[in-house]
């Protein structure tokens, strides 16, 4: 049914939740396209989709689907198109600033995450591995905990990682899905041959680079805006078994730095010949040597943290990984020394562990169990993630870690640099126009009201900075609320940003919670703003 009429949408849709909440089971009217899966306007369901892992906003949902199947999603985007209302598709809500979210109950969060035979632990039918093939197929709210837990069986992995498993498929392939592997294979989104994509429009379209490749460049990394992913194809390799994983110091920055480029350039090389794994962080306060990110012990202490400070108070670690199979375990040791042996660290401060291959992927998820279990899990979360380019990294290291930070920081900050040419141009993300750009993520919680305003202060002091002292920063999951800093952000990619927005979501109904583009329900056919 067509609803060309918002405000009788909108009635009706008010009629239907006040006969739910006095005990009927009303389907709203636009959403009543015969769902396989599950529709609820329950309190305690939308309660739950109204806030993400950032805590710093919320949303007000008309109702929550959970699909059984593409079509589901087919049906449920259809109707908005047609009405219009707001869609959303909600991964595991990982989200910072409401990027998921719908807000003045404008539609419909369809949480992926329990659909598509995921919340039955369907893997049949949700994550089918080829090994034929090298790639598993997967339904886009799967996390990728149960895609490596599946792949595993048959001895394969994908390449490319976040540091943190428990996220939907569809979630990071919107953003990028970057790790210490990205140096080499790339972000998660260079590791995608095709995509089954719901449109805008309410169309199921398969598209990878041969065919409809508009609509599959345009969604890798392209914040939920052009459609909601049902199946993504990832590439495979087989699993090595364990991982050999190490931490060394510098209290020098330009050597830190010089030693993660050289590892870094490193990449496509055979895997004697380099690391696995390559990422960084900054300790400006003591004891975070073992932050909430890893679980990571090494019995060999050699050296007091403090004892080493020398440049400005802050020191900098650099986090490397070799894998290993049973079949290589008795090289493994002579290929790591010959490649520490290239680099300029504090000789005293090796700290090693080994583990599963598996173990290593999640260790994330052990620490999340510890904090949760005391309740600091659940808290407001300040992140800032910046990729920052080369060239200015030391300016950037004297401005904020020994300028703005001082010695508090409330959380990890890592710093890692990826290569560009591992990054397709062609896919919507946007990235530092120089050969080689780091990460710098500020991965800090807030614990009250207070420490909450200092943090989010100084995330702006940090962005300002790089704007004054003209470090041409981009950010990694970005977050803006104004239609010129996100031109500013897109650069010279919003003209076909926003062409292929008209293209496959002319109505601008998904992914509202990103505010990049303004749902206007009174004048559904029309990019009346921000074009
Ligand atoms: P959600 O927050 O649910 O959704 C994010 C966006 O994607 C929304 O706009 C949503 O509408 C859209 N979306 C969701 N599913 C789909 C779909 N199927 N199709 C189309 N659009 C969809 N990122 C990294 O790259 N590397 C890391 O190492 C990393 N570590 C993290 C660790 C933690 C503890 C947390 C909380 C986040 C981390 N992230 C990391 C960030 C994370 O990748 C993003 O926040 C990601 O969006 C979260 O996935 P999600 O499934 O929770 O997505």
């Given at each position: 049914m067509a609803f060309n009429n918002n405000k009788h949408v909108l009635l009706t849709f008010a009629i239907c939740c006040l006969i739910v909440t006095v005990g009927l089971t009303v389907v709203p009217e636009p959403l009543d396209v015969g769902l396989e899966g599950r529709l609820s306007v329950n309190t305690r369901e939308l309660e739950a989709v109204s806030v993400d892992f950032g805590r710093l906003s919320r949303g007000e949902a008309w109702a929550v689907v959970q699909p059984a199947t593409a079509e589901d999603v087919v049906r449920v985007v259809k109707a908005a198109f047609e009405a219009p209302f707001a869609v959303s598709a909600r991964g595991h809500g990982h989200s910072i600033n409401g990027q998921a979210l719908?807000?003045?109950?404008?539609?419909?969060?369809?949480?992926?995450?329990?659909?598509?035979?995921?919340?039955?632990?369907?893997?049949?039918?949700?994550?089918?591995?080829?090994?034929?093939?090298?790639?598993?197929?997967?339904?886009?709210?799967?996390?990728?905990?149960?895609?490596?837990?599946?792949?595993?069986?048959?001895?394969?992995?994908?390449?490319?990682?976040?540091?943190?498993?428990?996220?939907?498929?569809?979630?990071?392939?919107?953003n990028a899905g970057i790790s210490g592997q990205t140096f080499n294979h790339g972000p998660q989104i260079s590791n995608v041959y095709e995509l089954d994509v719901v449109t805008g429009k309410g169309e199921l379209v398969t598209c990878s680079e041969d065919r409809n490749s508009e609509l599959f460049h345009a969604v890798l990394g392209g914040l939920g805006q052009f459609g909601i992913i049902t199946r993504a194809r990832i590439a495979l390799e087989p699993a090595p078994h364990r991982v050999r994983w190490i931490r060394v110091l510098y209290s020098n920055f330009a050597t830190f730095c010089k030693d993660q480029e050289y590892l870094i350039s490193m990449h496509g090389k055979p895997g004697n010949e380099r690391f696995d794994y390559v990422e960084g962080f900054v300790i400006v306060d003591e004891g975070l040597i073992n932050n909430w990110r890893?679980?990571?012990?090494?019995?060999?202490?050699?050296?007091?943290?403090?004892?080493?400070?020398?440049?400005?108070?802050?020191?900098?670690?650099?986090?490397?990984?070799?894998?290993?199979?049973?079949?290589?375990?008795?090289s493994v040791d002579e290929e790591i020394q010959s490649?520490?042996?290239?680099?300029?660290?504090?000789?005293?401060?090796?700290?090693?562990?080994?583990?599963?291959?598996?173990?290593?992927?999640?260790?994330?998820?052990?620490?999340?169990?510890?904090?949760?279990?005391?309740?600091?899990?659940?808290?407001?979360?300040?992140?800032?993630?910046?990729?920052?380019?080369?060239?200015?990294?030391?300016?950037?290291?004297?401005?904020?870690?020994?300028?703005?930070?001082g010695n508090k920081t409330s959380g990890p900050i890592l710093i890692y640099?990826?290569?560009?040419?591992?990054?397709?141009?062609?896919?919507?993300?946007?990235?530092?126009?120089?050969?080689?750009?780091?990460?710098v993520a500020f991965l800090r919680s807030a614990l009250d009201t207070e420490t909450l305003e200092y943090l989010s202060n100084e995330n702006r002091q940090i962005v300002r900075f790089c704007h004054d002292s003209e470090i041409k920063v981009k950010q990694y999951l970005p977050h803006y609320t104004t239609h010129q800093e996100w031109m500013d952000h897109f650069g010279d990619k919003w003209t076909q940003f926003s062409a292929r927005k008209m293209k496959f979501d002319p109505r601008q109904i998904l992914a509202t919670g990103q505010q990049i583009f303004q749902f206007d329900p009174s004048n559904p056919l029309t990019l009346t703003n921000y074009i």
């Open positions: 719908i807000k003045e109950k404008k539609g419909v969060v369809i949480e992926m995450v329990k659909g598509g035979g995921s919340n039955n632990g369907d893997k049949e039918n949700s994550i089918r591995v080829s090994e034929k093939g090298m790639y598993v197929d997967v339904w886009g709210g799967r996390l990728w905990i149960d895609v490596l837990s599946a792949t595993l069986e048959y001895g394969l992995a994908p390449m490319s990682w976040t540091d943190y498993l428990y996220l939907s498929v569809g979630g990071t392939l919107s890893s679980s990571f012990f090494s019995a060999s202490n050699p050296v007091k943290i403090t004892s080493l400070k020398a440049d400005g108070d802050v020191l900098y670690c650099l986090e490397i990984t070799k894998n290993y199979n049973q079949g290589n375990a008795d490649l520490l042996k290239k680099l300029d660290f504090i000789p005293t401060s090796v700290f090693t562990t080994d583990l599963p291959y598996l173990d290593f992927l999640d260790r994330v998820h052990k620490a999340e169990l510890k904090l949760r279990s005391k309740g600091l899990w659940d808290v407001p979360h300040p992140w800032l993630n910046l990729f920052v380019p080369k060239s200015r990294i030391a300016d950037f290291d004297k401005g904020v870690f020994k300028g703005i930070l640099p990826m290569n560009k040419n591992k990054w397709d141009q062609r896919s919507s993300v946007v990235t530092p126009e120089e050969d080689v750009f780091y990460l």
